[in-house]
């Protein structure tokens, strides 16, 4: 008998230890990018109803609906980060709403 020997099954406790850690650290990273995926889908959000709200603005307002987005960005203050989203406007005619779509760029809607 070795004087320094450990004897069996001692590093069963080290063993589960480090699963229940590793365990918990999957956990935590999962519900982070969760929630990083929540709050981009609510930014996009935010930016298609300010958009909204400002067409609606825009027909009460002037009694036609605005003819471009760069229209809409110099007279009633709607700033849209284009390096994050982009925006598809779709005009069809000054007395119809055009059709607004909100997009993460670079992937994602």
Same mark, same amino acid.
């Given at each position: 008998?070795?004087?320094?020997?450990?004897?069996?099954?001692?590093?069963?406790?080290?063993?589960?230890?480090?699963?229940?850690?590793?365990?918990?650290?999957?956990?935590?990273?999962?519900?982070?990018?969760?929630?990083?995926?929540?709050?981009?889908?609510?930014?996009?959000?935010?930016?298609? @109803?300010?958009?909204?709200?400002?067409?609606?603005?825009? +027909?009460?307002?002037?009694?036609? +609906?605005?003819?471009?987005?760069?229209?809409?960005?110099?007279?009633?203050?709607?700033?849209?980060?284009?390096?994050? +989203?982009?925006?598809?406007?779709?005009?069809?005619?000054?007395?119809?709403?055009?059709?607004?779509?909100?997009?993460?760029?670079?992937?994602? @809607?």
């Amino acid at each position: 008998m070795h004087l320094y020997e450990r004897p069996r099954g001692q590093n069963r406790g080290l063993v589960f230890a480090l699963a229940v850690f590793s365990l918990l650290v999957i956990l935590f990273l999962s519900a982070l990018f969760s929630t990083s995926q929540r709050n981009d889908a609510r930014e996009t959000e935010v930016v298609a @109803s300010a958009l909204q709200r400002a067409i609606v603005t825009c +027909y009460a307002v002037e009694g036609k +609906y605005p003819p471009s987005l760069t229209y809409i960005y110099d007279n009633y203050g709607v700033h849209v980060d284009e390096s994050r +989203y982009v925006v598809v406007y779709d005009v069809i005619a000054a007395n119809v709403m055009p059709s607004v779509q909100v997009l993460r760029a670079g992937g994602g @809607s």
